[in-house]
C-alpha cells in the first residue's frame, strides 16, 4: 500500500521559532490535509489544499500558519513563530481525485515546542 | 455542526472476548463515516468506512461495522479480539464526498488482557 511520508518524525524547537513540516505526497493524489493531535486529544482538522489552493481552514489554522506545495512536489505545513501550545503531533493526510476512499494518513511529526 | 462521540475513553477485554466500539454521530444528512485505528506513536490507518448501500460494512483485520440510521450510530464490532489488536479506534465524520474533512470523536483506547 502506498505511503504518506513525513518529515521529520520528531521535531524540538525554541518557542517564537518556524518550523516547517513537510509531507511527501503519494503521486496521483490531488487533495491534502493537515490535522493535529494534542497529546491525550481528539484529531482536529487543520487545513485542507487543493489545486495549489486552500480549501477549507479551521479556527485554529491562524495567521501563524500557512500551507504551501512547493514546485508540486513536497506538501508543508510552515508555523511562523511557534508558541508553547503547537506542541503536537501534525498528520498529513491526501486522498485521490474524486475521494471515496478515505484517507491515507502520515506517520506523523511530533512537534515541541519549549 | 457535525459531531462525533465516542462514549467510552477506555475499555479492557480479553484476549479471544469479542468487542464492540460505540460511536454515535450528529449530522443533519447522511454521513460518510470511518473508523481508525492508531498505535501507540503511529499513523492514522482507515480500518473501515461507510458511504452508501449495505449498512454492514466489512474492515481490515476482521473488524465490522454498522450504520444505524435511527440511532446515529456506527459501532465497530470484531467477533474475538487479539493481543495486537491494543489501540486508540477513533470514529470520524465527513459530510462531502471528495472534500472529506474529518470531524473525529476523541478516541476509545482499548486494552487487551490475556
Known amino acids: 500500500e502506498p505511503e504518506v511520508t513525513q518529515t521529520p518524525s520528531h521535531q524540538v524547537t525554541q518557542m517564537g521559532q518556524e518550523v516547517i513540516l513537510r509531507c511527501v505526497p503519494i503521486?496521483?493524489?490531488?487533495?491534502f490535509y493537515w490535522y493535529r493531535q494534542i497529546l491525550g486529544q481528539k484529531v482536529e482538522f487543520l487545513v485542507s489544499?487543493?489545486?495549489?489552493?486552500?480549501?477549507?481552514k479551521s479556527e485554529i489554522f491562524d495567521d501563524q500558519f500557512s500551507v504551501e506545495r512547493p514546485d508540486g512536489s513536497n506538501f508543508t505545513l510552515k508555523i511562523r513563530s511557534t508558541k508553547l501550545e503547537d506542541s503536537a503531533m501534525y498528520f498529513c493526510?491526501?486522498?485521490?481525485?474524486?475521494?471515496?476512499?478515505?484517507?491515507?494518513f502520515g506517520s506523523g511529526t511530533r512537534l515541541t515546542v519549549v | 455542526a457535525q459531531s462525533v462521540t465516542q462514549p467510552d475513553i477506555h475499555i479492557t477485554v480479553s484476549e479471544g472476548a469479542s468487542l464492540e466500539l460505540r460511536c454515535n454521530y450528529s449530522?443533519?444528512?447522511?454521513?460518510?463515516l470511518f473508523w481508525y485505528v492508531q498505535s501507540p506513536g503511529q499513523g492514522l490507518q482507515l480500518l473501515l468506512k461507510?458511504?452508501?448501500?449495505?449498512?454492514l460494512v466489512q474492515g481490515i483485520k476482521g473488524f465490522e461495522a454498522e450504520f444505524k440510521r435511527s440511532q446515529s450510530s456506527f459501532n465497530l464490532r470484531k467477533p474475538s479480539v487479539h493481543w495486537s489488536d491494543a489501540a486508540e479506534y477513533f470514529c470520524?465524520?465527513?459530510?462531502?464526498?471528495?472534500?472529506?474533512?474529518?470531524?473525529f470523536g476523541t478516541g476509545t483506547r482499548l486494552t487487551i488482557i490475556p
Open positions: 493526510a491526501e486522498h485521490p481525485p474524486g475521494g471515496g476512499g478515505g484517507y491515507t
Open positions: 503521486s496521483n493524489h490531488l487533495y
Open positions: 489544499f487543493y489545486n495549489n489552493e486552500i480549501s477549507e
Open positions: 449530522y443533519g444528512a447522511t454521513p460518510y
Open positions: 461507510y458511504f452508501s448501500g449495505d449498512t
Open positions: 470520524a465524520l465527513a459530510s462531502n464526498f471528495g472534500n472529506e474533512k474529518l470531524t
